[in-house]
């Protein structure tokens, strides 16, 4: 009888996902082409999904890329919605086949995420301060125009653990993985596995030969636990 029941909660699980990717998906889409970002093929999105796109600045996603905020399609306990956010002239660049949940990304200069990343649940990307580190600037009206800001690049196929926060100027190598809770504020290497605040190498580290290659068959619903 149980397991009739946990059966059908499944089924009924597996609808719900679905409806509620189609309708957040579609909501996304609206929501990028009115700004005038460019999204690739076969985009998915589930939950709120909130883009800020201003004139100067630019939002790229590429083909393939997930963004999902939804409880049902990842469960390690998401916070809120994506935010996609540009001030002034930032630039975002999602490569394809990456995924990020309850990410927020905030640029004033570029933030470039390249292709197969996985991004964990409430991930804090930011490539600005917000605030000047100047505190009469701050009392003022100036003050998050002078914030320090450097871009960001994350590889390919990096994986970004739950919680962790990655800091201006950072430049991440391929195939790098990042612990959970980590906050990164120096560069880590092709292959390398850091964790902790600030992030360190762990003494493990991949060598280069060691780091996955992926093919492009992976399946949409795959990739969608995956995140
Ligand atoms: C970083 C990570 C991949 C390392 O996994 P692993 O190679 O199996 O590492 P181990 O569990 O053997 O730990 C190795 C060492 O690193 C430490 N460590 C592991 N993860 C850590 C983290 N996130 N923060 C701080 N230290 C960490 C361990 O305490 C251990 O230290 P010790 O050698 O002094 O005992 C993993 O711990 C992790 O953080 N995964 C991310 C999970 C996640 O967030 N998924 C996404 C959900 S959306």
């Known amino acids: ?121 409430n991930v804090r990307i930011y490539d600005h301060d917000f605030h000047s580190l100047d505190a009469e600037t701050r009392r003022g009206p100036l003050d998050s125009g002078h914030c320090v800001t450097k871009p960001i690049i994350i590889g390919d196929d990096v994986f970004i653990g739950a919680e962790s926060i990655i800091l201006k100027g950072v430049n991440i190598g391929d195939g790098a993985i990042i612990g959970a809770g980590a906050v990164v504020t120096r560069n880590i290497p092709a292959g390398g596995i850091a964790v902790g605040n600030p992030a360190q190498l762990l003494k493990s580290q991949r060598k280069p030969n060691e780091i996955p290659s992926h093919s492009s068959s992976i399946k949409a619903d795959e990739k969608l636990n995956q995140v």
């Open 1 to 121: 009888m149980r397991s009739l029941s946990n059966k059908a909660y499944s089924a009924y699980d597996i609808i719900c996902i679905h409806a509620e990717m189609a309708w957040s998906t579609f909501r996304s889409r609206m929501s990028l082409a009115f700004q005038g970002a460019r999204c690739g093929e076969n985009f998915r999105s589930t939950g709120m999904i909130r883009i800020k796109l201003r004139a100067a600045g630019s939002i790229v996603i590429g083909d393939h890329v997930r963004l999902l905020a939804g409880w049902r399609s990842n469960r390690v306990g998401l916070n809120g919605p994506v935010i996609l956010h540009t001030l002034g002239g930032g630039k975002i660049e999602i490569g394809d086949h990456s995924g990020a949940s309850a990410v927020v990304i905030s640029s004033r200069s570029s933030v470039k995420i390249g292709r197969y990343c996985n991004i964990g649940g």
